[in-house]
């Protein structure tokens, strides 16, 4: 860069230079030997006038003395152009020189001149004549001829001075080239290594000149715009993190496509549900990660139709999670586009979905049933079973007890949606456990008694009370007891235990029951929910038992946790807590 | 098979349209087995006629795959390692199909089932169609990225479904000597229980195949203790 601006600098000079000095030779080449052949010209013509050719006998040494005085060969041609007299040869032999061009200009103008160069001496030679007339008779010509030795050799210094001059000439403008260039390149290579950093990413601060020309101007422009540069970065960047948090941070699971229908974005949410690391998708295909049928089926239809697509997905391996799966288009470049798929999780939804169409036709079920039998009986005995007395007590016996049983489950629907509107009205009081299971047990013991269970009670007596409302606790632990003694094969045991934990109070109530499959577990609770459906109706259960426990436990700020294993027995843990008095 | 490119760009898509139809189908016959034994846990038998219908499609995709690997053997004539991937489609696509029949078989013995009273609830079953559900996707996983890790795990899992399978034989045994009315319902659990043991051999002759598909030895009739 500088080299070559050096270069072009140094080139322009020595072109002007050497320009220069051709126009000066031009000028004075000519012009030098032109004024001294003017002065030798007027030198010799003023000798020509002293010839005398009034005494032809001496005529020679006159002609020596001339030739001496005059440093020139002197000739006298006559009219003719015979040569009869010279300063320096014989002049037996010579030529006429009538037609020589100075004796021709003397011949019509009275003094003529000419330069020719001279074969026998090596160099130009200016000759002069001048015509002598004796009463407008031409007596004949003086002629002088002198080497132009001096003049040429005058030309030569004039030209050596000049190519010295030139050669000064030449190293000053190379030395300004020199400093120019520099000057000129410093703040230039300054940019250059700025730009250079801001290219290779390495923190930049700002360019600093020193200088105040055009240079000045540009580094001005520079950081104006890596300033907005800079800017535009850092909202370019803050624009992206914001959109990454969003997308991270959002339940809903999002994937971006790039071009090639590969993963370029999965959010953290799906790689959970996904079950592996957050990197190993990204450059798969939809296929090679989700391996869902009806996902590519979707996905295919999206790459079809190129509209949104929205479908209900289920996903996940042991448990299945549905999802509302949309395919939408990103808009880029053209070429460029790119399909983000968004997956809402509408798992609970359609779970509630379901328990509510559940609970309709549970709730239609369970009134129907009794309402069958009280019908069937009634109808009986309208048709003439009144007649029979011992019939009729024994139908009206099993009326009355369908009847109690369709109360009983009004009752727990009314209990059960009051606690749900909140307009159950709870009596907080202190109460203290072991008071509370002593009442219960009384109304249990008949029930364990007749399947020989035998109902043991380890709760310590010096327990802490709680606050609860008393006859709404008598409810929770008749309701818990009541299936336990129910789900217990004869000669089974159903223990009761509390201890403090965490804040609270948690008591057990553990059953060497059928117990509950795995899965089953987290849908107790439900309104209706049986685990074994016929059996549990045929003992008797309205199915809304231990929904009421869940529901009044967690009016009292409780829970209820449950554990079993299938064929062992199950454990019910409620836990009250303790407020700080 | 990942990394390596071929000269033909075209080639190459077709050899990946090939793995891509076989996830696909191994990801619909692991639906179909998944919804099979739901149908039977849930007695949704709408859900078993579905998967019945289903399986038409299976066994499109299959025969559609089979001929495209025909196709490529016939134009492209691959060697090496080619070969063996195309080989090993074909015999992966037919494993899968079977599979989808078994899923089909599970789906009516579901019909009948949930005709009756259910026998008694199903813990086994479950646990069984997550590990063969597994099964199928890590066999196919170590197929897509010529894992040989991979296969090998599922090759040992096939003993876990075998020794389930025993225990659930053993299980409704008991059932039919307490009472002979149980013994229809028993025996369709049992050859439920029977399909699934087959599906996870065929999973297991995936997996066998990959090893073949990417070292070149048969290990088909070699058991894990041989291996090692």
């Given at each position: 860069?500088?080299?070559?601006?050096?270069?072009?600098?140094?080139?322009?000079?020595?072109?002007?230079v050497?320009l220069?000095?051709?126009?000066?030779?031009l000028?004075?080449r000519?012009?030098?030997?032109?004024?001294?052949?003017?002065?030798?010209?007027?030198?010799?013509?003023?000798?020509?006038?002293?010839?005398?050719?009034?005494?032809?006998?001496?005529?020679?040494?006159?002609?020596?003395?001339?030739?001496?005085?005059s440093?020139?060969?002197?000739?006298?041609?006559?009219?003719?152009?015979?040569?009869?007299?010279?300063?320096e040869?014989?002049?037996?032999?010579?030529?006429?020189?009538?037609?020589?061009?100075?004796?021709?200009?003397?011949?019509?103008?009275g003094?003529?001149?000419?330069?020719?160069?001279?074969?026998?001496?090596?160099?130009?030679?200016?000759?002069?004549?001048?015509?002598?007339?004796?009463?407008?008779?031409?007596?004949g010509?003086?002629?002088?001829?002198r080497?132009?030795?001096?003049?040429?050799?005058?030309?030569?210094?004039?030209?050596?001075?000049?190519?010295?001059?030139?050669?000064?000439g030449?190293?000053v403008?190379?030395?300004?080239?020199?400093?120019?260039?520099?000057?000129?390149?410093?703040p230039?290579?300054?940019?250059?290594?700025?730009?250079?950093?801001l290219?290779?990413?390495?923190?930049?601060?700002?360019?600093r000149?020193?200088t105040?020309?055009e240079?000045?101007?540009?580094?001005?422009?520079?950081?104006?715009?890596?300033?907005?540069?800079?800017?535009?970065?850092?909202?370019?960047?803050?624009?992206?993190?914001?959109?990454?948090?969003?997308?991270?941070?959002?339940?809903?699971?999002?994937?971006?496509?790039?071009?090639?229908?590969?993963?370029?974005?999965?959010?953290?949410?799906?790689?959970?549900?996904?079950?592996?690391?957050?990197?190993?998708?990204?450059?798969?295909?939809?296929?090679?990660?989700?391996?869902?049928?009806?996902?590519?089926?979707?996905?295919?239809?999206?790459?079809?139709?190129?509209?949104?697509?929205?479908?209900?997905?289920?996903l996940?391996?042991?448990?299945?999670?549905i999802?509302?799966v949309?395919?939408?288009?990103?808009?880029?470049?053209?070429?460029?586009?790119?399909?983000?798929?968004?997956?809402?999780?509408?798992?609970?939804?359609?779970?509630?979905?379901?328990?509510?169409?559940d609970f309709?036709?549970n709730?239609?079920?369970?009134?129907?049933?009794p309402?069958?039998?009280?019908?069937?009986?009634?109808?009986?005995?309208?048709?003439?079973a009144?007649?029979?007395?011992?019939?009729?007590?024994?139908?009206?016996?099993?009326?009355?007890?369908?009847?109690q049983?369709?109360?009983r489950?009004?009752?727990?629907?009314?209990?059960?949606?009051?606690?749900?509107?909140?307009?159950?009205?709870?009596?907080?009081?202190?109460?203290?456990?072991?008071?509370?299971?002593?009442?219960?047990?009384?109304?249990?013991?008949?029930k364990?008694?007749?399947?020989?269970?035998?109902?043991?009670?380890?709760?310590?007596?010096k327990?802490?009370?709680?606050k609860?409302?008393?006859?709404?606790?008598?409810?929770?632990?008749?309701?818990?007891?009541?299936?336990?003694?129910?789900?217990?094969?004869?000669?089974?045991?159903?223990?009761l235990?509390?201890e403090?934990?965490?804040?609270?109070?948690?008591?057990?109530?553990?059953?060497?029951?059928?117990?509950?499959?795995?899965?089953?577990?987290?849908?107790?609770?439900?309104?209706f929910?049986?685990?074994?459906?016929?059996?549990?109706?045929?003992?008797?259960?309205t199915?809304?038992?231990?929904?009421?426990?869940?529901?009044?436990?967690?009016?009292?700020?409780?829970?209820?946790?449950?554990?079993?294993?299938?064929?062992?027995?199950?454990?019910?843990s409620?836990?009250?807590?303790?407020?700080?008095? | 098979?990942?990394?390596?490119?071929?000269?033909?760009?075209?080639?190459?898509?077709?050899l990946?349209?090939?793995?891509?139809?076989?996830?696909?189908?191994?990801?619909?016959?692991?639906?179909?087995?998944r919804?099979?034994?739901?149908?039977?846990?849930?007695?949704?038998?709408?859900?078993?006629?579905?998967?019945i219908r289903?399986?038409?499609?299976?066994?499109?995709?299959?025969?559609?795959?089979?001929?495209?690997?025909?196709?490529?053997?016939?134009?492209?004539?691959?060697?090496?390692?080619?070969?063996r991937?195309?080989?090993?489609?074909?015999?992966?696509?037919?494993?899968?199909?079977?599979?989808g029949?078994m899923?089909?078989?599970?789906?009516?013995?579901?019909?009948?089932?949930?005709?009756?009273?259910?026998l008694?609830?199903?813990?086994?079953?479950?646990?069984?169609?997550?590990?063969?559900?597994?099964?199928?996707?890590?066999?196919?996983?170590?197929?897509?990225?010529?894992d040989?890790?991979?296969?090998?795990?599922?090759?040992?899992?096939?003993?876990?479904?075998?020794?389930?399978n025993?225990?659930?034989?053993?299980?409704?045994?008991?059932?039919?000597?307490?009472?002979?009315?149980?013994?229809?319902?028993?025996?369709?659990?049992?050859?439920?229980?029977?399909?699934?043991?087959?599906?996870?051999?065929?999973?297991k002759?995936?997996?066998?195949?990959?090893?073949?598909?990417?070292?070149g030895?048969?290990?088909?009739?070699?058991?894990?203790?041989?291996?090692?």
């Amino acid at each position: 860069m500088k080299r070559n601006l050096f270069l072009k600098i140094l080139f322009s000079y020595l072109v002007i230079v050497c320009l220069s000095f051709f126009v000066l030779h031009l000028l004075v080449r000519d012009q030098i030997s032109k004024i001294m052949i003017n002065g030798i010209e007027q030198e010799l013509m003023h000798y020509a006038q002293l010839v005398d050719l009034s005494s032809p006998q001496t005529m020679h040494e006159h002609l020596q003395q001339i030739s001496k005085i005059s440093k020139s060969r002197v000739t006298l041609v006559d009219g003719r152009g015979i040569v009869f007299a010279d300063s320096e040869k014989a002049i037996v032999g010579l030529e006429n020189h009538l037609y020589r061009p100075e004796i021709q200009q003397a011949r019509l103008r009275g003094s003529g001149k000419s330069v020719r160069y001279s074969s026998t001496l090596g160099v130009n030679m200016l000759y002069i004549a001048v015509i002598i007339k004796d009463g407008g008779k031409i007596r004949g010509y003086v002629r002088l001829s002198r080497p132009l030795h001096d003049v040429q050799s005058a030309v030569e210094k004039v030209y050596q001075s000049i190519i010295l001059a030139m050669l000064i000439g030449a190293l000053v403008s190379l030395v300004v080239a020199l400093f120019f260039s520099y000057r000129l390149a410093a703040p230039i290579r300054t940019m250059e290594e700025f730009t250079q950093r801001l290219r290779d990413g390495l923190p930049v601060g700002s360019i600093r000149l020193s200088t105040s020309d055009e240079t000045r101007t540009l580094a001005d422009n520079i950081n104006y715009l890596v300033e907005e540069l800079k800017d535009k970065f850092r909202l370019a960047n803050e624009e992206k993190s914001k959109l990454m948090t969003a997308l991270t941070s959002i339940n809903e699971g999002v994937v971006i496509l790039n071009k090639e229908d590969r993963i370029e974005f999965l959010s953290p949410s799906l790689a959970g549900i996904l079950s592996g690391q957050y990197v190993d998708f990204l450059g798969k295909t939809l296929l090679e990660t989700f391996r869902n049928a009806e996902l590519q089926k979707a996905f295919q239809t999206f790459k079809n139709t190129r509209r949104n697509v929205s479908r209900e997905i289920a996903l996940g391996m042991a448990e299945s999670v549905i999802m509302s799966v949309s395919l939408s288009e990103v808009q880029g470049l053209p070429g460029e586009e790119r399909i983000m798929i968004v997956f809402h999780n509408v798992t609970r939804l359609k779970k509630l979905e379901r328990i509510r169409t559940d609970f309709v036709a549970n709730v239609t079920h369970e009134i129907r049933t009794p309402l069958t039998a009280i019908i069937g009986y009634l109808e009986t005995l309208q048709e003439g079973a009144l007649d029979r007395p011992q019939d009729a007590k024994r139908f009206i016996d099993i009326i009355l007890k369908q009847t109690q049983r369709l109360n009983r489950l009004v009752e727990d629907l009314m209990t059960i949606s009051k606690i749900e509107l909140g307009e159950v009205t709870l009596h907080f009081e202190n109460v203290l456990l072991p008071d509370v299971i002593v009442s219960v047990l009384q109304l249990m013991e008949a029930k364990a008694g007749v399947k020989k269970i035998s109902i043991e009670n380890r709760i310590p007596y010096k327990i802490h009370p709680i606050k609860a409302d008393r006859d709404r606790l008598c409810q929770v632990f008749v309701n818990v007891l009541d299936n336990a003694v129910k789900f217990t094969p004869e000669g089974g045991q159903v223990t009761l235990d509390a201890e403090e934990k965490a804040g609270g109070i948690v008591v057990t109530i553990s059953d060497t029951g059928v117990g509950i499959p795995r899965e089953e577990i987290q849908r107790l609770g439900e309104r209706f929910y049986r685990v074994d459906k016929t059996r549990s109706r045929e003992l008797g259960g309205t199915g809304l038992g231990l929904s009421i426990v869940k529901h009044l436990m967690l009016t009292h700020g409780g829970k209820m946790e449950i554990e079993s294993q299938p064929g062992r027995g199950t454990k019910v843990s409620l836990f009250f807590p303790l407020y700080a008095e | 098979m990942e990394e390596k490119r071929h000269t033909s760009l075209h080639y190459e898509k077709e050899l990946q349209a090939i793995k891509d139809g076989l996830i696909f189908l191994g990801a619909l016959t692991e639906t179909a087995i998944r919804s099979a034994m739901k149908s039977l846990s849930d007695r949704d038998t709408e859900l078993a006629r579905r998967v019945i219908r289903d399986d038409d499609e299976i066994d499109r995709l299959d025969t559609d795959l089979e001929e495209r690997c025909i196709k490529i053997l016939a134009l492209r004539q691959p060697t090496a390692i080619d070969l063996r991937f195309i080989t090993t489609a074909i015999k992966i696509t037919g494993h899968l199909e079977r599979i989808g029949d078994m899923a089909v078989n599970i789906a009516e013995k579901s019909i009948l089932l949930n005709e009756e009273p259910q026998l008694k609830p199903y813990i086994d079953l479950p646990r069984m169609t997550d590990l063969v559900g597994g099964m199928i996707k890590d066999s196919l996983d170590s197929f897509v990225k010529s894992d040989l890790a991979q296969a090998e795990q599922v090759r040992r899992m096939e003993q876990v479904i075998d020794d389930l399978n025993e225990q659930i034989f053993r299980e409704l045994l008991t059932f039919m000597m307490e009472d002979s009315r149980n013994i229809h319902r028993a025996l369709l659990v049992m050859q439920v229980s029977k399909n699934m043991e087959r599906i996870a051999d065929h999973a297991k002759g995936i997996a066998d195949m990959v090893t073949y598909m990417v070292t070149g030895t048969c290990v088909r009739h070699q058991t894990c203790e041989m291996l090692e």
